[in-house]
């Protein structure tokens, strides 16, 4: 069965601290992977696309690595701040836009 | 600004009384897709479509329907609503089906509850 998990559920963390969010997937075939912010009461927002030859792409603070032979994902938040709380949904697409959604990392950046 | 509109974005209805969540979007894509989001359960797909006229069910189509007659628009209908229909429903678009590299655009969300 395809399944991607994402670890921790929830994290907090003092503002301008790092952190490092996990994604877990059982899916094939695999397209791409992407990381979606998702802000309270709106749509997700795609972060970062990865595909099986990438192994890190960055898009600011936001670093994403992606192995493909583990087939393990992260996101890493560099020097966060407060407009980081969110949630961070990995996305597996198995090709033809057959997308399989993580559940989602709440991601909480306190002052 | 390029955008997917969705709406209404709160409704409070009762079991029974069919309702319609319209979906718009100006960036003349091709494929469109409607999700529903529940705590604990992450994003999941309810249908979507690769162009005018051609829609195909998702994960969790069972109460729903929709229509693809024109690009732009793609509503999703609930015929019957029961409250175990509850939940926030996005609808987004993205360019193109083929290309994995495309990202979806989604809309701000619906929150229907369903009494």
């Known amino acids: 069965k395809n399944q991607v998990e994402q670890s921790p559920q929830s994290l907090i963390i003092l503002e301008g601290k790092n952190c490092t969010l996990q994604?877990?997937?059982?899916?094939?075939?695999?397209?791409?992977l992407r990381w979606y912010k998702q802000d309270t009461g709106r749509g997700p927002v795609s972060l970062t696309i990865?595909?099986?030859?990438?192994n890190t792409k960055s898009n600011g603070r936001y670093t994403a690595t992606l192995d493909a032979d583990t087939k393990q994902s992260s996101l890493h938040i560099t020097a966060s701040q407060l407009s980081d709380s969110a949630s961070y949904i990995c996305?597996?697409?198995?090709?033809?836009?057959?997308?399989?959604f993580g559940t989602g990392t709440r991601l909480l950046v306190s002052p | 600004e390029a955008q997917v509109t969705q709406n209404p974005r709160y409704l409070i209805t009762v079991t029974g009384k069919k309702l319609t969540v319209t979906c718009s979007q100006n960036?003349?894509?091709?494929?469109m897709s409607w999700y529903r989001q529940d705590p604990g359960l992450g994003l999941r797909q309810i249908y979507y479509?690769?162009?005018?006229?051609?829609?195909d069910k998702g994960d969790v189509p069972e109460g729903y329907k929709v229509s693809r007659k024109e690009k732009r628009n793609f509503p999703l209908i609930l015929e019957s609503p029961s409250p175990n229909q509850t939940s926030l429903y996005f609808c987004?678009?993205?360019?193109?089906?083929?290309?994995?590299?495309?990202?979806?655009?989604f809309g701000a969300g619906s929150r229907l509850t369903v009494l």
């Open positions: 960036m003349n894509h091709e494929y």
């Open positions: 479509s690769m162009n005018v006229e051609v829609t």
């Open positions: 990865m595909t099986f030859s990438e």
């Open positions: 996305v597996v697409n198995t090709g033809f836009q057959k997308l399989v």
């Open positions: 987004a678009s993205q360019a193109g089906v083929y290309s994995g590299a495309n990202v979806l655009t």
């Open positions: 994604c877990n997937y059982t899916v094939s075939p695999f397209s791409n």
